[in-house]
């Protein structure tokens, strides 16, 4: 069911790889909830093609862009302006990558040109796209910015590995860079961190199953899923929320608060 909170709003969604993706959801509430939108990803993850199916819902046009290229990113921003016509109100940050944890290279073991790249992309390329938008002045006065964060951010989850160390980075930047931002043009910058989710990068960490059902124990209300988190992106994205920022915001059924459930001792 539509309300319409994104009525006459334009946006970037980055991030979209099938149709289990958060971004994905995320696009198409996007538009359900009025908004005219731009689709991005790697060169890579566009060769699989199966974004097309998604811009043609959403009536979108697909813009390359390797987040970690910035003549890519300012040809992203430049380019979406123009189809869009304008400014834009909203940007969804949904990338994840570890080569450290692709290839299962234990965390003390890690490889330092691995990790650099899996920082990169997880975590500067949020500091990339804020830049890049403020060089050309591209997100309108309470324009909202959203990344895709984990809790292992915050607290010990041994098998994720690197990625833990690249969410402190994401959510550092976002509340780094959105005090600039929020100074500068009221652009706010926000994490939501997601409960495990069954997609493509969620998947890829080693034990993800026991970490999934130990989440879905340990909360009050369970996981959320997917399609529950777009419902956030939508409301972080909406004018229902303009005095939220620099901020990580746990979308995660209560599990980051509880320290041990009755499921969970059970279980023992
Ligand atoms: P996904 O695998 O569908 O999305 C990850 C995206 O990152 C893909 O579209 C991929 O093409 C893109 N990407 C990788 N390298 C890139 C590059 N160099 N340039 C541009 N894009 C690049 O998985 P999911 O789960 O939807 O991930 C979205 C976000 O949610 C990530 O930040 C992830 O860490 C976060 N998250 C996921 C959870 C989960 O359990 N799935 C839990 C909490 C957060």
Same mark, same amino acid.
């Given at each position: ?16 790889? &099938?149709?289990? @993706?958060?971004?994905? %959801? *995320?696009?198409? %509430? ?7 939108? =731009?689709?991005? &990803? ?6 699989? +093609? #199966? ?9 979108? #046009? ?6 970690? &290229? ?89 098998? /994720? ?9 994401? #959510?550092? *930047? ?6 600039? /931002?929020?100074?500068?043009?009221? =652009?706010? =910058? ?19 199953? +026991? ?5 879905? %124990? ?6 959320? @899923? ?5 419902? /956030? ?10 005095? =939220? ?14 320290? *041990? @459930? ?7």
């Amino acid at each position: 069911m539509s309300h319409n909170l994104l009525a006459g709003k334009k946006g970037i969604i980055f991030g979209a790889l &099938n149709e289990k @993706s958060i971004a994905w %959801k *995320v696009a198409q %509430k996007a538009v359900q909830e009025g908004a005219t939108i =731009v689709l991005t &990803n790697s060169p890579t993850a566009l060769r699989m +093609g #199966e974004l097309e199916i998604l811009a043609k819902e959403c009536n979108a #046009e697909i813009i390359p862009a390797d987040v970690t &290229n910035m003549d890519d990113l300012k040809i992203l921003f430049e380019k979406s302006m123009n189809i869009l016509g304008g400014k834009v109100d909203f940007v969804l940050h949904s990338i994840g990558m570890s080569l450290n944890v692709r290839k299962n290279i234990p965390y003390v073991d890690a490889n330092y040109d691995n990790l650099h790249k899996g920082l990169d992309i997880s975590a500067m390329s949020l500091h990339r796209v804020l830049q890049t938008a403020w060089k050309l002045d591209a997100i309108n006065e309470w324009g909202s910015v959203l990344a895709l964060s984990y809790i292992a951010a915050q607290r010990v989850f041994p098998d /994720y590995n690197d990625m833990a160390d690249a969410k402190a980075l994401l #959510e550092s *930047v976002t509340r780094s860079f959105g005090y600039h /931002y929020g100074k500068h043009r009221k =652009v706010r =910058v926000n994490t939501i961190s997601q409960s495990p989710t069954y997609t493509k990068a969620g998947t890829g960490v080693k034990g993800f199953d +026991g970490f999934y059902n130990f989440a879905d %124990k340990m909360s009050p209300l369970g996981n959320a @899923s997917a399609d529950q988190c777009a419902d /956030y992106c939508i409301s972080m994205f909406s004018d229902l929320t303009k005095m =939220v920022t620099m901020q990580n915001l746990f979308h995660d059924g209560g599990f980051s608060f509880t320290g *041990v @459930s009755q499921e969970v001792l059970d279980d023992n």
